[in-house]
């Protein structure tokens, strides 16, 4: 019988949690990244997440943490011991299992060297992974499944909070998908002006990305707005639960190497 994994995805604004059997990601929640919540406060969540999916805690048998928040990481390796049982595995640059010719490895955000092994593994390399999070990353996986670095962009929530809180007049607005680039009023205009903007600068840096390593790069996209762009045309493959897959191969390599 294949067993539970729970795999916790820290992020500057979300956090998401995913239930593994097996290979299949059988649940999946997202909670607000706060920092001032407790660790009992966090298994309350956690623990109503699991009633409500018809599981008992003793069913999770591993967990695995990556987090782009350091304050919020040890609140949670505390709710793993307290209330699970378990010694959470904590995915970093020494431990993700490919090389990292960034020039300081330890620089770089836990999120984007699970996602790079996690495009790599399930769809192969080269590849370059655009993350629609709280920044837009952009990061390249070699042809030799090396992770080479990439690029770091504002992102939608908060270039909107700067045009909301630096302007008299401007609303703020939640993004969509727009079809057309000419706003008839405010708000159809902030939004055509971000979704488009965004739309350019991302095929810009995919554009420029493949002119250094080449145009058979495949092109994930994941993150919390990346269903909005998905259908740009430089996306070729869009999946939302990129970060949580490539936590579940960061554990089964480091048990299955015990094993």
Same mark, same amino acid.
């Given at each position: 019988?294949?067993?539970? @994994?729970i795999?916790?995805?820290?992020?500057?604004?979300?956090?998401?949690?995913?239930?593994?059997?097996?290979?299949?990601?059988?649940h $999946?929640?997202?909670?607000?990244?706060?920092?001032?919540?407790?660790s009992?406060?966090i298994?309350?969540?956690?623990?109503?997440?699991?009633?409500?999916?018809?599981?008992?805690?003793?069913?999770?048998?591993?967990a695995?943490?990556?987090s782009v928040? +350091? +304050?919020?990481?040890?609140?949670?390796i505390?709710t @793993?011991?307290?209330?699970?049982?378990?010694?959470?595995?904590?995915v970093? $640059?020494?431990?993700?299992?490919? +090389?990292?010719?960034?020039?300081?490895?330890?620089?770089?955000?836990?999120d984007r060297?699970?996602?790079?092994?996690?495009?790599?593994?399930?769809?192969?390399?080269?590849?370059? @992974?655009?993350?629609?999070g709280?920044?837009?990353?952009f990061?390249?996986v070699s042809?030799?499944r090396?992770?080479?670095?990439?690029?770091?962009?504002?992102?939608?929530e908060?270039?909107l909070?700067?045009?909301? $809180?630096?302007t008299?007049?401007l609303?703020?607005?939640?993004?969509?998908?727009?079809?057309?680039?000419?706003?008839?009023?405010?708000?159809?205009?902030?939004?055509?002006g971000?979704?488009?903007g965004?739309?350019?600068?991302?095929?810009?840096?995919v554009?420029?990305?493949?002119?250094?390593?080449?145009?058979?790069?495949?092109v994930?996209g994941?993150?919390?707005?990346?269903s909005?762009?998905k259908?740009?045309?430089?996306?070729?493959?869009?999946d939302?639960?990129?970060?949580?897959?490539?936590?579940?191969?960061v554990?089964?390599?480091?048990?299955e190497?015990?094993?």
């Amino acid at each position: 019988m294949s067993e539970m @994994i729970i795999c916790i995805d820290i992020g500057n604004t979300n956090t998401s949690i995913g239930i593994f059997k097996g290979s299949e990601l059988i649940h $999946h929640w997202r909670i607000y990244s706060d920092k001032e919540r407790t660790s009992d406060e966090i298994w309350v969540i956690l623990n109503t997440f699991l009633s409500s999916s018809n599981l008992i805690s003793e069913e999770l048998k591993g967990a695995v943490i990556g987090s782009v928040v +350091p +304050p919020i990481t040890p609140i949670f390796i505390a709710t @793993i011991r307290k209330y699970l049982n378990l010694e959470p595995l904590v995915v970093n $640059h020494e431990n993700i299992g490919i +090389p990292i010719l960034y020039r300081n490895p330890s620089e770089v955000g836990a999120d984007r060297i699970i996602n790079a092994l996690s495009a790599s593994t399930f769809y192969g390399s080269p590849c370059i @992974i655009v993350d629609f999070g709280t920044a837009i990353t952009f990061d390249v996986v070699s042809e030799n499944r090396e992770y080479l670095g990439g690029c770091i962009f504002p992102g939608l929530e908060i270039s909107l909070d700067a045009l909301f $809180h630096k302007t008299a007049k401007l609303p703020k607005v939640d993004i969509e998908k727009m079809e057309n680039v000419i706003g008839e009023t405010t708000i159809e205009s902030i939004k055509a002006g971000v979704y488009f903007g965004y739309t350019g600068v991302v095929k810009e840096i995919v554009s420029k990305i493949k002119e250094k390593i080449g145009e058979k790069a495949r092109v994930i996209g994941t993150g919390g707005y990346g269903s909005i762009f998905k259908g740009i045309g430089c996306i070729d493959i869009f999946d939302p639960d990129l970060t949580l897959k490539g936590l579940k191969i960061v554990y089964d390599r480091k048990f299955e190497k015990k094993a």
